[in-house]
């Protein structure tokens, strides 16, 4: 391990010169450029712990955005059973109202035909009451005929 020592000091003189701390750093310095590194319980690792930190924030985003997503599917779910029933309800209306218009329809068709046979009776009453009307005249004036044949009958006896 003699190749990882700075040129300058011996093995020997490292072993006198002992600084506590500096072995350490100078340790975690290596690791690190062979990219292994310690966490906050002294524990080797091989990711820095900044990238180690910024994996976990970015896992606990992702949680919170699934968490999200899952909340937004379940709106986006009732919603669409909400648009679904409503639709169904405003198709419901629709063929009411279509019913009712063809209903209507119908009665107005048969008011137009109803109607139309009671013109056509009222045109034929009204033919049998001139018949009447010419009939009655012409019995009127058989009357009168037989009223003054009665009366020349006896004025003459």
């Known amino acids: 391990m003699t190749h990882l020592l700075p040129a ?14 500096r072995e350490t750093a100078m340790a ?10 310690f966490d906050e319980l002294n524990k080797l690792r ?4 900044e990238v180690s930190q910024q994996t976990t924030e970015l ?16 709106i986006v779910g009732g919603l669409l059973e909400l648009v679904d029933q409503l639709a169904k309800e405003a198709e419901n209306e629709k063929m009411k109202a279509i019913g009712a218009r063809n209903l209507l329809k119908s009665i107005a068709k048969q008011r137009e035909a109803q109607q139309q046979q009671l013109q056509a009776l009222i045109a034929e009453k009204k033919m049998q009451l001139e018949r009447y009307r010419v009939e009655y005249e012409a019995l009127c004036k ?10 020349q009958f006896i004025f003459q006896k």
């Open 46 to 49: 091989v990711l820095d712990p």
């Open 8 to 21: 300058a000091i011996t093995p020997s003189e490292q072993i006198f010169s002992r600084e506590p701390g």
């Open 142 to 151: 058989v009357e009168a005929e037989q009223n003054e044949f009665i009366d």
């Open 28 to 37: 975690k310095d290596i690791l690190g450029e062979a990219g292994l590194h």
């Open 59 to 74: 896992k606990e985003e992702c949680k919170d955005f699934v968490d999200k997503i899952g909340q937004f599917q379940k």
